[in-house]
């Protein structure tokens, strides 16, 4: 899919009202629990609240609603044209759903710019791969962490005074970031040259780069031989275990979503139609006759 | 040897003449990266400019005419003149204003366009700001001295007699003209590599829907380089307008600037400056020695029937990237 959407581009068409304060409900099941092999689920980081997104006639999303807790992964699954990416695309604020409330860190969110979204710390990579083309891997990475540096256009130019400390210190995460992704042997090169998978995990080190504290990954792995996928899911697994970011990502993969996620989301034409743990998503019936007789790669 | 140093001369004419090209086509290329809008409104950008300056710096009362029309009165000069230097800032200001109001008013009503309607909206704002000129200022022919130093230069000419044994006649004009438009490509150069705003402006130029990924408000860089866009358009009209007065005639060195383009490319910022000067030194050279053999006049229309060539052969310019439809 090609986002020829016209809003996401579209400065000032919304007033950027930013957050109405409120509490989240804290329901039962909200406890928090600490997982299996041993990582900690908070509380509901993220709420969708009877989420709608409509094109002209067409309803990408039909009152959809699903919470993402803390420090877990949450897949999004569904056929082709499900709306998966229109999720994403609604939590990162490329998108404006015509209805419904999104909720973070227990706020309610007006409607926002996708840049505005980005500096709550929300980081996201695109289903298809969005990097900067002219530039090096490392220069595509230090652009995650653009909007924290501080010091002013005069000092940086001149490299001048808290400018160079700065870059130095912003330089330095860069580059564990740059050696936890195993790419270090492609920093200098021009993104534009490299294949398809190191690509993807160029635009997963630009993602991480800004340290969000919501990482959304549209299909990771798409198009990626069996080794590569095998890498991508260990750098995700690892990314939520060792920084304890919370994930939230399409994929087609089955193998893939039942290894890695906590909690699965089922998505088809627009509809919810199943949502819980692996094993359950598995067993639904609901879930299975949708994607039995549907072409999916 | 005579003849080799009197080409010599040309080429040296013909460099520093590309210099102006080059800056008007700088102006264009920015904004096209950035937001790829093909700025129509570029050169009318630089009459503007040049009539604020000339305008603040001679205290003129902005829409005299105007008032004068509606109350009766008489303005016409506050009764002040206002030194270049501040007035060359207070000018820059106004087109930092002018790159606002654009935004504001234009640019973001028109998001997700096509580049066309784009192009269409840049036609409409180079005639609204040709008549807003007229009117804030007025449409008489205007004469612009900031202090540079004009006429044939004594110390470049008996330099180079020392040097060859022929001396070179070179227009201070051109030489300060140079030297100002290097400087401010290197500030540019610096801008855009090592601050942040630089380097965001590169990132929306390169790919917009990342970079609002990385929480770069694509609002403020267009505005950015809608201002930088002005102010090299400031610096262009205080050359042109130097040389050959303040006059409606200045807006059509933009015309120039196209072949400029189609050399250079149109994302390039060295394709800009290298393709004028290409222009400038093809078009003195071939005056030279071709022009007498076929009448003269010849800088009329060179540029135009070499970019005319460059868009069958190259149709990407020199610089400019390889184009290819994605499907
Ligand atoms: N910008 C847009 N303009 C118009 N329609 C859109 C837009 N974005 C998505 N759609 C439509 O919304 C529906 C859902 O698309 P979406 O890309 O969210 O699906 P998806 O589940 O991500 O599919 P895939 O697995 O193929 O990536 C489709 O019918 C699509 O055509
Ligand atoms: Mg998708």
Do not use: C
Request: net charge negative.
């Amino acid at each position: 899919m090609t986002m020829q959407d016209s809003h996401s581009l579209a400065p000032g068409r919304h007033s950027a009202r930013t957050t109405t304060p409120g509490p989240v409900d804290q329901g039962a099941d909200v406890q928090p629990y600490v997982t299996a092999d041993g990582r900690r689920i908070g509380g509901v980081l993220m709420d969708l609240r009877n989420i709608t997104l409509r094109f002209g006639g067409v309803e990408a999303i039909k009152n959809i609603s699903f919470d993402i807790r803390e420090g877990e992964i949450r897949a999004i699954i569904g056929p082709n044209g499900a709306g998966k990416s229109s999720m994403l695309n609604v939590i990162s604020g490329f998108y404006v759903p015509q209805e419904g409330e999104v909720w973070f860190k227990g706020f309610r969110r007006g409607p926002m710019r996708p840049y505005q979204v980005a500096r709550l710390g929300i980081a996201r990579t695109f289903q298809n791969i969005a990097l900067f083309d002219g530039m090096t891997v490392l220069d595509n990475i230090m652009t995650g962490r653009l909007t924290m540096m501080k010091s002013n256009m005069l000092q940086q130019a001149l490299w001048w005074g808290t400018a160079e400390r700065e870059e130095i210190a912003h330089r330095e995460k860069v580059e564990k970031i740059i050696d936890f992704l195993e790419i270090q042997n492609i920093r200098k090169t021009p993104v534009g040259r490299l294949p398809y998978g190191l690509k993807k995990r160029v635009e997963l080190a630009r993602a991480l780069a800004a340290e969000p504290g919501l990482l959304l990954l549209d299909e990771p792995m798409a198009g990626m031989n069996v080794e590569e996928k095998e890498d991508m899911s260990r750098f995700i697994l690892d990314v939520n275990d060792e920084f304890g970011t919370t994930i939230a990502l399409i994929e087609h993969d089955m193998g893939v979503v039942m290894d890695l996620s906590d909690r699965v989301v089922v998505m088809d034409y627009g509809r919810k139609i199943g949502d819980g743990t692996p094993d359950e998503v598995r067993n639904n019936q609901a879930v299975i006759d949708a994607y039995l007789g549907v072409a999916h790669d | 040897m005579e003849q080799l140093l009197y080409t010599a001369e040309v080429v040296v004419n013909g460099l520093m003449a590309g210099v102006m090209y080059s800056l008007v086509a700088l102006g264009f290329v920015l904004i096209f990266k950035a937001s790829g809008v093909f700025n129509y409104a570029q050169g009318v950008l630089a009459l503007f400019a040049a009539l604020t300056l000339v305008g603040i710096q001679q205290g003129q009362v902005p829409f005299a005419h105007l008032i004068n029309a509606i109350t009766g009165s008489h303005l016409e000069h506050f009764g002040w003149t206002v030194p270049s230097l501040l007035a060359i800032l207070l000018t820059a200001g106004v087109m930092i204003l002018l790159a606002l109001a654009i935004e504001k008013l234009v640019l973001q009503h028109l998001v997700g366009q096509a580049p066309i309607i784009l192009f269409m909206a840049t036609i409409g704002l180079a005639y609204f700001l040709e008549g807003l000129g007229d009117i804030m200022w007025g449409a008489n022919v205007k004469s612009l001295d900031v202090g540079i130093p004009q006429g044939i230069s004594e110390t470049a000419e008996a330099w180079t007699a020392q040097l060859t044994g022929y001396g070179f006649f070179i227009d201070r004009l051109d030489i300060w003209a140079t030297v100002i438009a290097a400087l401010l490509v290197a500030a540019l150069v610096a801008f855009s590599q090592y601050t942040k705003q630089g380097r965001a402006m590169r990132a929306v130029a390169d790919d917009p829907q990342a970079a609002l990924s990385v929480g770069i408000s694509l609002r403020f860089i267009w505005i950015m380089v809608w201002s930088i866009a002005g102010f090299v358009a400031l610096v262009a009209g205080i050359m042109w307008g130097t040389k050959s007065g303040v006059q409606f005639s200045l807006s059509l060195i933009a015309l120039k600037a196209l072949p400029v383009l189609m050399l250079g490319g149109f994302t390039s910022i060295p394709g800009a400056i290298v393709g004028g000067l290409i222009i400038g030194v093809g078009e003195k050279l071939f005056e030279y020695s071709i022009g007498p053999m076929v009448g003269g006049a010849t800088e009329n229309w060179f540029a135009y029937v070499l970019a005319l060539l460059f868009l069958v052969f190259r149709p990407q310019g020199l610089f400019g990237e390889k184009i290819i439809e994605r499907v």
